[in-house]
């Protein structure tokens, strides 16, 4: 540290920049990083499961969100630690690959620090616990494609993807609804898959909300929803086969600017500036007549005679539709958007089997549905709900069922879920452990050991005795050789995931294991830690 002064004589001090950092190394930076990795998986570690707990976030303007996802809950957790951080992103990429699983994959590993940390008290060098993971993470992926099931579906048996999607709402906020919810995700994702090229574009489902009704009457509309309605309560309420006029200019007579100055002295004077003014929208409404427009969609409005006058001449018409919607209604019905009035030709019409406007209870609310559309298979989910809260939820719930249809119209490959994957991989870890001479068969053991901890979670997260439970089911797989066997979370009566339904993707499963394997090993190469000290 140094005193000196600036040019107008001014003191400040010099700091050597070492002196500005906090510094850890060695096994204490090992220990530090791994403790703040398991803080973070030891909030998780609740939600886990069917009986798994929900959080409740309040964002810095008072946002609230209560959520069972494991990446919305970390996503919306202000975390500062750089480690913690590292198990943020863990359960983000894992929603980006894969979609679900992000509880599951933070879960296993804060639990494969926790088993480092005592090998690393072992004095046990990092390194070879990295290698052990590797080792061990290659076994357990093996073993699920071994432990893996095929199922063959079709556009009429969707009994299987419907199960996989019930198992992963089952341990959500929404799981009362959670049969139609999963018919309604498959479906949807159905509608725009390409299943000869085994790809799903999910940009194609649109997921929309409005507070109101129950979440039973969710719905999948093979169209767009729009949060308008008719522009006069007289229009038709439902258009057949409609050619749809879709414009960003306004539809009404110019109006003056203010460098103009019309002067009106007299009724007469008025009389025609009215009349010019009717002719010039008659003709408007002529002209869209004249391509064979059915019905007008307007980014912008028009004034109530205007509106009266599309009511007359039986043109219905929508006004103030948004830009992004406008967008989506032009591509989902083959039309153009038109910016000129000029330009409006037949070819540019939009073409839908059906609009209709939907009132929703005693409320004003009405919603536009154009279903059918000439161009797009787009689809819509539209979500119902009591409050805003529990529709954010659906919302990421359905994201997450869509995303596991999808996996497995990928990759038609199932593991059983409840943990009993988990307890194979680990039996199958354990007996190649005693194969490996060296010292990684300690990593390689303490690996297996960190898989249970899955079931051990669910096991505890429903009220049972976490070590018995995982006991009796693991020896029952020993005894059987059967790796159905899992925790029964719901207390159906049997342990078998196959009768239970109990699915989830292998893909997914399979990724969760090497995901957290890598962020563990990542973890564990760190010796240093330098970061700037606080005053
Ligand atoms: P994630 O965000 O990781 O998907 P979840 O909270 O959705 O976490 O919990 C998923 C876990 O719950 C999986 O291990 C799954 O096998 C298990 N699970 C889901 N439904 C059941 C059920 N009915 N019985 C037992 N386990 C279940």
Same mark, same amino acid.
């Given at each position: ?31 530090? *990083?791994?403790? %703040? ?5 030891? !909030?998780?570690?609740?939600? #886990? ?7 409740? =976030? ?14 919305? !809950? ?74 893996? *099931? ?6 009429? !048996?969707?009994? +299987? ?63 767009? /929803? ?37 002067? /009106? ?44 006058? #599309?009511?007359? &001449? ?24 038109? +910016? ?29 549905? /154009?279903?059918?559309?000439? *161009?797009? &298979? ?10 805003? @809260? ?10 997450? %069922? ?5 996996? #497995? ?46 079931? @051990?979670?669910? %096991? ?9 439970? =995982? ?29 239970? *339904? ?10 969760? !294991? ?15 830690? /330098? ?5």
């Amino acid at each position: 540290m140094a005193l000196a002064f600036d040019e107008f004589g001014r003191p400040f001090i010099i700091l050597r920049e070492q002196e500005n950092k906090n510094r850890l190394r060695g096994l204490d930076a090992q220990k530090a *990083n791994i403790s %703040a990795g398991k803080a973070v998986a030891r !909030i998780l570690r609740t939600s #886990l499961g069917p009986k798994g707990m929900d959080k409740m =976030l309040q964002s810095p303007d008072g946002d609230v969100i209560i959520s069972n996802d494991g990446a919305t !809950i970390l996503e919306q957790m202000d975390v500062d630690n750089q480690i913690a951080k590292l198990m943020v992103e863990l359960s983000r990429s894992q929603d980006y690959e894969i979609g679900d699983g992000t509880t599951g994959v933070v879960v296993l590993a804060g639990s494969l620090l926790e088993q480092a940390e005592r090998l690393l008290e072992r004095g046990i060098h990092p390194i070879r616990i990295a290698e052990g993971y590797e080792m061990a993470s290659r076994i357990a992926v093996e073993n699920l494609e071994r432990i893996a *099931n095929k199922f063959e579906f079709g556009e009429t !048996i969707l009994e +299987p993807l419907i199960q996989t999607c019930m198992t992963t709402l089952s341990s959500k906020i929404v799981n009362r609804c959670k049969r139609s919810l999963a018919e309604i995700a498959v479906k949807a994702v159905l509608a725009v898959a390409d299943l000869e090229r085994k790809d799903v574009n999910l940009d194609l489902i649109k997921v929309e909300g409005k507070v109101g009704g129950k979440l039973e009457d969710t719905e999948l509309v093979y169209g767009i /929803i729009v949060d308008k309605d008719m522009s006069h309560p007289q229009m038709p309420k439902q258009i057949e086969d409609a050619k749809i006029a879709i414009l960003t200019c306004p539809f009404e007579p110019p109006k003056p600017k203010t460098k103009h100055k019309v002067d /009106i002295d007299t009724v007469e004077k008025f009389q025609t500036l009215r009349k010019q003014e009717q002719k010039y929208f008659d003709d408007m409404v002529q002209q869209c007549k004249d391509v064979g427009a059915t019905l007008v969609i307007c980014q912008w409005g028009f004034d109530d005679e205007a509106n009266h006058l #599309l009511m007359h &001449r039986n043109l219905p018409a929508v006004r103030w539709v948004g830009g992004v919607e406008l967008e989506l209604i032009a591509i989902a019905t083959g039309g153009r958007i038109v +910016p000129r009035f000029q330009e409006l030709t037949a070819e540019k019409l939009g073409k839908a089997g059906i609009v209709r406007e939907k009132a929703f209870g005693t409320t004003k609310d009405r919603m536009l549905y /154009i279903e059918h559309c000439a *161009n797009s &298979r787009a689809v819509t989910i539209f979500i119902r709900g009591g409050n805003k @809260m529990i529709i954010e939820e659906t919302k990421r719930s359905i994201h997450d %069922a869509l995303c596991v249809a999808r996996n #497995l119209i990928r990759n038609n490959s199932i593991v059983y879920g409840g943990g009993s994957a988990e307890i194979a991989c680990s039996i199958a870890v354990e007996a190649a452990a005693d194969k490996y001479p060296g010292v990684e068969q300690y990593a390689i053991r303490a690996f297996g050991d960190a898989l249970e901890s899955i079931p @051990m979670a669910l %096991a505890e997260n429903s009220g049972l005795q976490p070590i018995e439970t =995982l006991s009796a089911v693991k020896s029952q797989q020993i005894k059987d050789n059967n790796p159905h066997f899992g925790i029964d979370c719901n207390d159906v009566g049997t342990n078998d995931m196959r009768e239970q *339904n109990v699915f989830e993707t292998l893909i997914g499963k399979q990724q969760q !294991i090497l995901l957290a394997t890598q962020v563990v090993k990542m973890i564990l190469k760190i010796d240093d830690v /330098i970061s700037p000290s606080e005053y």
